[in-house]
């Protein structure tokens, strides 16, 4: 086994094109660490949520050169067998660690194959690359990020034409031509032959934020802006300062882009702690800012805080399903039309503006690969802080032109003496209380997520916070309107739970949402006490009914 092991790892060796992971990978062959060795060959990255992530190092488990040609020429191979003979990919990355030579190697990769490549400029926001495909008529589109992992992680996600990101079955036709790759050495990579854009494609990208806005609208509500050490802010800046909004306050630890985010723990506005900076900023600055708007590294997702507490003085952060909701709320009442879609473990409370408001209404598996093929769709979001509000123009989730929808909402209540809190106690009253959380449980060994998985369907509970399950769908079984996925739904009274493996992260998470009606804005304490506590005792009961 160990002799099976070294073996494997020297023949890695003689292919592998990085003297980075050369070195690490000699060096754990000569001392012989068969540890370590198993960790980074106990098989290969799955292509999961659009592609390939995880932790760079050497191997067929980790992020690296090898894996990432392996992965460029299993897509070139798929894309010419699909006729593209000599289409164009078009490729854009972040500014982590090893972004920029994953994106020339998969320029180069696309070039030996006989495609046409071409290389956005420099590290920019997701949302550029997925417009950029569309827009320069491209036949697919890569995007080297790992957006919101920690540091020592990248990744590779992949859009077809369409400007959308894969689904089945063109991820596993994909991950075969992969497979079918016999040795680096019969991949063609030459040295030259592709383009690097100039700023047009950025430039085009940034006119159409200007379509998101409604003509004429109020610009007036301040905000600070943290880039969490990722690649928004020069694009965000750009964006608010042709709408004429206020020249946002800027977390300055965190503007500069940084693959180690030395200030932050996980670099993902939705952690304990991240906001942390955003919050002390806003705190210190004068005129007091109305909101505070937080992007992750790669930009396509968008967090929203706001004053909160008896003098205005505290600040927290909005549930991705409350900016869900004001968004939908803002787009219905400019008059949207279009249907309107959701993730699955998104609040129900999307369906009921949609449904009032006379609109199709959808709910996706999780994902935007899934989301964006909403057919006819004007709106889509999921809880996850990703928004698409110009589906038109980038199919996928951009925080850059939410970051504008959001804070043209919060100028417009801010004419009217309102925030965007008095808004969601409006939709509270109007559709009841929609209170969601989440039970995340992050996990070094991920057998213990299958465990708790199959724990759930041997010995599914009956009821949690002493409310009886009415339903349980087994999502791999798919229904009428879902394509099967590994997942869970648990129906209650007044209550959902969707308990799901995350496709890009070590972890098990699980959905929470409860809903309680409310007659009058007086009751709304009362209501949020209550499903507060809803909430908490669901929690412990899930958690105990898991094992975790």
């Not at 798929?78 to 078009?90: E, I, P, S, T």
């Not at 590290?123 to 957006?147: C, K, M, W, Y």
């Not at 787009?331 to 449904?355: M, Y």
């Amino acid at each position: 086994m160990h002799d099976e092991l070294i073996a494997q790892a020297q023949a890695w060796l003689t292919e592998d094109p990085d003297p980075e992971t050369r070195t690490e990978l000699a060096r754990l062959i000569d001392a012989k660490d068969h540890t370590e060795l198993a960790a980074h060959f106990s098989g290969t990255l799955q292509f999961g949520t659009a592609g390939l992530r995880g932790e760079l190092g050497a191997g067929p488990m980790r992020m690296n050169s090898s894996v990432v040609i392996r992965a460029a020429a299993g897509l070139a191979a798929y894309l010419k067998k699909q006729g593209h003979r000599d289409g164009l990919v078009v490729i854009g990355y972040d500014a982590r660690h090893k972004s920029y030579d994953f994106a020339r190697d998969t320029a180069a990769v696309m070039t030996g194959a006989g495609l046409r490549a071409a290389v956005l400029p420099r590290p920019l926001p997701t949302p550029v690359l997925a417009f950029a495909i569309r827009h320069l008529g491209a036949v697919a589109g890569v995007e080297v990020t790992a957006s919101h992992n920690p540091p020592r992680d990248n990744g590779y996600k992949v859009y077809l034409g369409d400007g959308s990101q894969i689904v089945p079955p063109a991820d596993i036709d994909i991950a075969a031509e992969i497979a079918a790759v016999p040795s680096l050495t019969t991949v063609r990579r030459p040295t030259e032959g592709w383009d690097t854009l100039d700023d047009s494609v950025l430039d085009a990208y940034l006119a159409r934020t200007d379509a998101v806005l409604a003509k004429d609208s109020p610009r007036t509500a301040r905000t600070v802006y943290t880039a969490m050490h990722g690649v928004g802010r020069d694009v965000l800046l750009a964006a608010f300062a042709r709408a004429g909004f206020p020249e946002p306050a800027l977390v300055t630890e965190q503007a500069d882009p940084d693959p180690d985010f030395p200030t932050v723990a996980f670099p993902n506005p939705e952690e304990p702690g991240a906001m942390d900076l955003a919050f002390a900023t806003a705190r210190a600055t004068t005129p007091a800012p109305d909101l505070i708007i937080a992007n992750d590294p790669d930009a396509d997702r968008c967090a929203v805080a706001v004053r909160d507490g008896q003098d205005g003085a505290d600040w927290r952060m909005l549930r991705g399903d409350e900016v869900g909701a004001l968004l939908a709320a803002h787009l219905v009442r400019r008059g949207a039309t279009g249907t309107f879609a959701e993730s699955i473990v998104s609040s129900s409370l999307l369906g009921r503006i949609a449904e009032k408001a006379g609109l199709p209404h959808v709910e996706t598996l999780t994902g935007f690969k899934w989301i964006a093929r909403a057919e006819g769709l004007r709106y889509g979001y999921e809880e996850a802080l990703g928004y698409c509000v110009d589906p038109d123009g980038v199919r996928d989730k951009d925080g850059i032109t939410a970051a504008l929808l959001i804070t043209e909402l919060a100028s417009q209540l801010k004419e009217e003496g309102r925030t965007l809190l008095d808004l969601l106690d409006d939709l509270a009253v109007e559709h009841g209380l929609h209170a969601t959380d989440q039970l995340s449980v992050r996990v070094e060994d991920l057998s213990l997520i299958t465990a708790a998985m199959r724990r759930l369907r041997e010995q599914p509970p009956t009821e949690l916070a002493g409310l009886p399950i009415i339903r349980t769908d087994d999502l791999t079984r798919g229904t009428d309107t879902l394509p099967p996925t590994d997942g869970l739904r648990y129906t209650l009274e007044g209550a959902r739970v969707i308990v799901r493996p995350s496709g890009t992260e070590p972890k098990l998470k699980c959905y929470l949402e409860v809903v309680v009606p409310v007659a009058t804005h007086a009751g709304l304490p009362e209501a949020r006490a209550q499903a507060t506590a809803l909430l908490e005792s669901i929690k412990r009961d899930l958690s105990t009914a898991a094992g975790i």
